[in-house]
């Protein structure tokens, strides 16, 4: 059975892991690292994991911004539970959360050229806005 619950410091390296794939790798840099996670692991609770049988599966995070907004920041689920409902959860669970902070818009970011994810999104309601390019600095 899926349990979707917020996530805890424990539960960090494993979502870095779960996070190496292509659709979120960095413009510039490697792969978002552990210690970016624990900077979610906060009094907002806008980051929960999807546990199956005591393994994290999933995660989703963000995090609330001025204007009553949320930011959906990362969304992503292990490959062999894919397509299983887990997803339409976790973003459930976010949408709860939004509510009760009184946050009323939800913003998000996805990658064009995946049209599984692209699809994913339209599934739970989410509309699209007009095509950006992102830039990106790394700052040292």
């Known amino acids: 059975m ?4 917020h996530a805890t410091l424990k539960d960090c390296k494993k979502c870095a892991g779960l996070s190496k794939i292509e659709e979120l ?9 552990e ?3 624990k900077l979610f692991v906060d009094s907002d609770k806008m980051f ?3 546990e199956y049988n005591n393994k994290i599966v999933g995660y989703i995070l963000g995090e609330p911004m001025k204007g009553r907004l949320a930011n959906l920041g990362l969304l992503t689920m292990d490959k062999k539970f894919r397509g299983k409902g887990i997803g339409k959860k976790l973003v459930e669970a976010f ?6 902070k009184k946050l009323n818009y939800i913003w998000l970011n996805a990658p064009k050229n995946n049209k599984k ?10 509309k699209e806005g007009k095509e950006y390019i992102v830039f990106a600095e790394l700052r040292k």
Not at 2 to 5: A, E, S, Y
Not at 25 to 33: A, D, F, L
Not at 117 to 126: A, I, S
Request: aromatic content about 20%; glycine content about 6%; charged content about 35%.
């Open 95 to 100: 949408r709860k959360r939004c509510d009760k």
């Open 2 to 5: 899926i349990k979707i619950r």
């Open 48 to 50: 929960f994991v999807a």
């Open 25 to 33: 790798k960095p413009v510039i840099g490697s792969y978002i690292p």
């Open 35 to 37: 210690r970016y996670f």
């Open 117 to 126: 994810t692209l699809e994913f999104y339209r599934k739970c309601g989410f």
